[in-house]
């Protein structure tokens, strides 16, 4: 294998491919990245598979000499992304990988390619989306998935597809972020839903190119399944012009969320999202992360607190849209910053009912609309 490439080309392909690379593979070869020169020379394919996730992508090159070669991923990828602008040069000597360019050389171990397992194909493909739709849908909705592997339901984040409607939802049991798009399918009926690993679509979408469409693939015993579960055998796939992922299904039922959110409530408050969510880093600079923030809401003004006693305090007032008796509740910062973090409109809603009972965070939508994002959080309880 003997080629050359652009450098930022080259480093975008091979970014996107290491993302589905593990930090502790089962075995060392997981670790290595596939690169395979097309048989007519003009492409570069570059993959990566731990046997539950994959990533492939492809780049255009002046090759020389066709061949194939598993390097270190993670490797190559710091490598090509501090190499020099300009042309790369990369080419196989015996056992070794080759990589220059303008001054900077260096040199890879390769890695045993027929150890190196077969990459699964894409499932059957359902419809589309728009990049930039499903990027922020997921922005959005993922920082609410648990990080508690012992419970893999809520790690997932949840896409339930019906009509061309799509929802992404993710939860862990504390609060539930759910985001509404549209969406173009293939079958106008369709009625399926997927709970897919919030890292890894996380992950994928921070790959995709913004301005274009994303190509949704799911295989046939998921969409046979119906709403109701995710099968493990099941996978979905995701393709975004030259560069496509698949990921294993989590094999569980995702809650029935709907039937969380309330919906009658004693106070509503509208503010504007910067200053509150810049108060709210602020007053919690004295609060641990599960150290309750304190709001009070009043006509006109709310007013967040943090610490007490002989700890650190902070105050901070804010004006405020506000409807309702005076009230005082209590959330974890982090919770309250990730819910505010996920309305894309200049003003939030602060739907609200008790200091013990839910509150819901939504987008301020256009008149006679629904909320596109809702986040339902749970207050903590303070004496």
């Keep these: 294998m003997r080629l050359r490439v ?36 003009t492409s570069l394919r570059l993959s990566g598979f731990d046997y539950e996730v994959s990533a492939r992508a ?13 390097v270190p991923g993670r490797l190559l990828a710091e490598i090509v992304g501090n190499l020099p602008s300009g042309t790369v040069r990369v080419e196989t000597d015996g056992p070794r990988v080759l990589v220059s360019a303008g001054a900077a050389r260096f040199t890879l171990i390769t890695m045993p390619l027929e150890d190196y397992p077969s990459l699964p194909g894409m499932p059957d493909r359902i419809g589309s989306v728009p990049a930039d739709a499903l990027t922020a849908a ?9 990080r508690d592997d012992t419970l893999p339901m809520l790690t997932g984040a949840y896409l339930d597809l019906t009509g061309d409607r799509l929802n992404v939802a993710a939860t862990d049991r504390y609060r539930i972020a759910v985001r509404e798009l549209r969406w173009r399918p293939l079958d106008p009926e369709i009625d399926v839903a997927a ?23 799911l295989s046939a015993g998921a969409a046979d399944a119906g709403r109701g579960s995710a099968p493990g055998e099941g996978m979905v796939g995701f393709e975004n012009g030259e560069r496509g992922t698949t990921t ?22 509208e503010v504007e999202v910067a200053p509150l969510l810049a108060a709210v880093k602020r007053v919690a600079l004295v609060a641990d992360r599960n150290t309750p923030l304190r709001l009070a809401f ?14 650190a305090q902070a105050v901070e007032a804010l004006a405020v849209g506000y409807e309702g008796e005076p009230l005082r509740l209590a959330f974890r910062p982090d919770y309250l910053a990730d819910g505010l973090n996920g309305v894309e409109t200049p003003t939030a809603r602060l739907h609200l009912t008790e200091p013990t009972k839910p509150a819901v965070f939504t987008d301020v939508p256009a008149e006679g609309e629904n909320p596109a994002f809702r986040y339902l959080v749970q207050p903590l309880r303070v004496s």
């Design 248 to 269: 294993r299904l989590i094999d569980s039922d995702f809650v029935r969320y709907a039937s969380w959110f309330p919906t009658d409530f004693s106070a509503r408050a």
């Design 298 to 311: 009043t006509e006109g003004e709310v007013v967040l607190e943090a610490g007490s006693g002989d700890d």
């Design 138 to 146: 997921v922005r959005q909705v993922t920082p609410a998935a648990s």
């Design 195 to 217: 709970l897919v690993p919030a890292r890894t679509l996380a992950n994928t979408v921070r790959g995709l190119v913004n301005h274009s469409d994303v190509d949704v693939f």
């Design 58 to 70: 492809s780049v255009e090159v002046l090759s020389e000499e066709s061949g194939a070669a598993l």
């Design 6 to 41: 652009d450098r930022d080309a080259f480093a975008e392909a091979v970014v996107w491919t290491a993302r589905a690379l593990p930090t502790r593979p089962a075995v060392p070869v997981l670790a290595g990245m596939r690169l395979e020169v097309t048989p007519d020379g």
